[in-house]
């Protein structure tokens, strides 16, 4: 999956691309996180979503822990 870059240079995607890394949810099921304050931490330009890939990362691995 290609991700963007931010100005910073940080790597950054899309809602979409994020649900599609974390493989298990839904674009929508990441929109009623964020709704409710829940998974992973995410930033808003204008209309749009997007996540870091490192903390996409995190999240994904903090959450293996809790099942683990």
Same mark, same amino acid.
């Given at each position: =999956? #290609?991700?963007l870059h931010s100005p910073q240079g940080l790597e950054? =995607? &899309?809602?979409r691309q994020a649900a599609e890394s974390i493989g298990v949810v839904s674009v929508k099921t990441l929109?009623?996180?964020?709704a409710r304050g829940i998974?992973?931490?995410y930033t808003r330009?204008?209309?749009r979503t997007?996540?870091?890939?490192t &903390?996409? #990362?995190s999240w994904?691995?903090?959450e293996l822990q809790k099942i683990a």
């Open positions: =999956m #290609e991700s950054i =995607m &899309t809602r929109a009623n996180w964020a998974g992973p931490a330009i204008g209309a997007y996540y870091r890939v &903390t996409i #990362e994904a691995a903090a």
